[in-house]
Protein backbone atom coordinates (compact mmCIF):
# COMPACT_ATOMS: atom_id res chain seq x y z
CA UNK A 1 0.00 0.00 0.00
CA UNK A 2 0.98 3.49 -0.56
CA UNK A 3 1.27 6.22 2.24
CA UNK A 4 1.82 9.87 1.10
CA UNK A 5 2.74 12.63 3.48
CA UNK A 6 2.30 16.28 2.86
CA UNK A 7 4.75 19.30 3.67
CA UNK A 8 5.11 22.66 3.03
CA UNK A 9 1.47 24.45 3.52
CA UNK A 10 1.80 27.73 5.83
CA UNK A 11 -0.15 31.37 5.95
CA UNK A 12 1.45 33.72 3.26
CA UNK A 13 0.31 36.98 1.81
CA UNK A 14 -1.75 37.05 -0.97
CA UNK A 15 0.24 37.17 -4.37
CA UNK A 16 2.82 35.48 -2.26
CA UNK A 17 4.29 32.20 -3.05
CA UNK A 18 4.54 28.85 -1.19
CA UNK A 19 5.99 25.08 -2.35
CA UNK A 20 3.86 21.90 -1.27
CA UNK A 21 5.50 18.47 -1.55
CA UNK A 22 3.94 14.71 -1.24
CA UNK A 23 6.69 12.28 -0.85
CA UNK A 24 5.24 8.64 -1.52
CA UNK A 25 6.34 5.44 0.30
CA UNK A 26 5.50 1.82 0.48
CA UNK A 27 4.42 0.34 -2.73
CA UNK A 28 5.83 3.10 -4.54
CA UNK A 29 6.21 0.42 -7.33
CA UNK A 30 3.04 0.89 -8.33
CA UNK A 31 2.05 4.49 -8.55
CA UNK A 32 0.72 5.62 -11.62
CA UNK A 33 -0.85 9.54 -11.57
CA UNK A 34 -0.36 11.82 -9.02
CA UNK A 35 -1.82 15.09 -8.16
CA UNK A 36 -3.35 17.38 -5.71
CA UNK A 37 -6.92 18.34 -4.60
CA UNK A 38 -7.93 21.26 -1.81
CA UNK A 39 -10.88 21.73 0.23
CA UNK A 40 -11.89 24.62 1.47
CA UNK A 41 -14.18 25.21 5.02
CA UNK A 42 -17.69 24.67 3.62
CA UNK A 43 -16.78 23.51 0.45
CA UNK A 44 -15.92 19.81 -1.45
CA UNK A 45 -12.67 18.67 -2.33
CA UNK A 46 -12.08 19.97 -5.47
CA UNK A 47 -9.36 19.10 -8.07
CA UNK A 48 -6.61 21.14 -8.80
CA UNK A 49 -3.64 19.21 -10.60
CA UNK A 50 -2.17 16.70 -11.97
CA UNK A 51 0.59 14.78 -13.06
CA UNK A 52 1.39 11.25 -15.31
CA UNK A 53 4.07 9.05 -14.55
CA UNK A 54 5.78 10.41 -17.94
CA UNK A 55 5.58 14.18 -16.68
CA UNK A 56 2.34 15.25 -18.45
CA UNK A 57 0.01 17.70 -16.40
CA UNK A 58 -3.03 18.85 -16.07
CA UNK A 59 -4.59 22.23 -13.90
CA UNK A 60 -7.78 23.29 -13.00
CA UNK A 61 -8.67 26.68 -14.30
CA UNK A 62 -8.39 28.87 -11.66
CA UNK A 63 -4.82 28.22 -10.81
CA UNK A 64 -3.16 27.78 -14.60
CA UNK A 65 -0.66 29.86 -15.02
CA UNK A 66 0.23 30.34 -11.08
CA UNK A 67 0.57 26.75 -10.09
CA UNK A 68 3.08 24.02 -11.38
CA UNK A 69 3.03 21.04 -10.57
CA UNK A 70 6.16 18.63 -10.75
CA UNK A 71 7.57 14.92 -9.95
CA UNK A 72 10.41 13.26 -8.93
CA UNK A 73 10.47 9.59 -9.82
CA UNK A 74 13.47 9.06 -8.31
CA UNK A 75 12.77 10.13 -5.31
CA UNK A 76 9.00 9.43 -5.33
CA UNK A 77 8.23 12.80 -4.58
CA UNK A 78 5.45 15.52 -6.43
CA UNK A 79 5.57 19.27 -5.22
CA UNK A 80 3.26 22.25 -5.98
CA UNK A 81 4.88 25.51 -6.50
CA UNK A 82 1.98 28.12 -5.72
CA UNK A 83 2.69 31.77 -7.21
CA UNK A 84 0.67 34.61 -6.89
CA UNK A 85 -1.44 33.10 -4.68
CA UNK A 86 -5.15 34.45 -3.60
CA UNK A 87 -7.39 34.22 -0.62
CA UNK A 88 -9.56 32.16 -2.48
CA UNK A 89 -6.88 29.50 -2.79
CA UNK A 90 -6.97 28.90 1.21
CA UNK A 91 -8.07 25.55 2.32
CA UNK A 92 -6.54 22.13 2.86
CA UNK A 93 -4.29 20.74 0.31
CA UNK A 94 -4.56 16.84 -0.18
CA UNK A 95 -2.13 14.71 -2.37
CA UNK A 96 -3.11 12.05 -4.33
CA UNK A 97 -1.75 8.63 -6.16
CA UNK A 98 -3.29 6.42 -8.16
CA UNK A 99 -1.97 2.90 -7.14
CA UNK A 100 -1.58 -0.46 -9.16
CA UNK A 101 -3.67 -1.88 -12.14
CA UNK A 102 -6.99 -0.81 -10.46
CA UNK A 103 -6.39 2.93 -10.08
CA UNK A 104 -7.33 2.71 -6.45
CA UNK A 105 -6.77 6.50 -5.16
CA UNK A 106 -4.83 6.56 -1.98
CA UNK A 107 -4.51 10.09 0.01
CA UNK A 108 -2.43 11.85 2.12
CA UNK A 109 -3.60 13.58 5.38
CA UNK A 110 -3.27 17.23 4.18
CA UNK A 111 -1.77 20.68 4.59
CA UNK A 112 -3.40 23.53 5.53
CA UNK A 113 -2.64 27.01 2.94
CA UNK A 114 -3.80 29.90 4.39
CA UNK A 115 -3.93 33.13 1.75
CA UNK A 116 -4.67 36.50 3.91
CA UNK A 117 -5.80 39.69 2.09
Known amino acids: QVQLVESGGGLVQAGGSLRLSCAAS????????MGWYRQAPGKQREFVAR???????NYTDSVKGRFTISRDNAKNTISLQMNSLKPEDTAVYYC???????????WGRGTQVTVSS
Open 51 to 57: ITSGGRT
Open 96 to 106: LAFEGRILRPR
Open 26 to 33: GSVFSIND
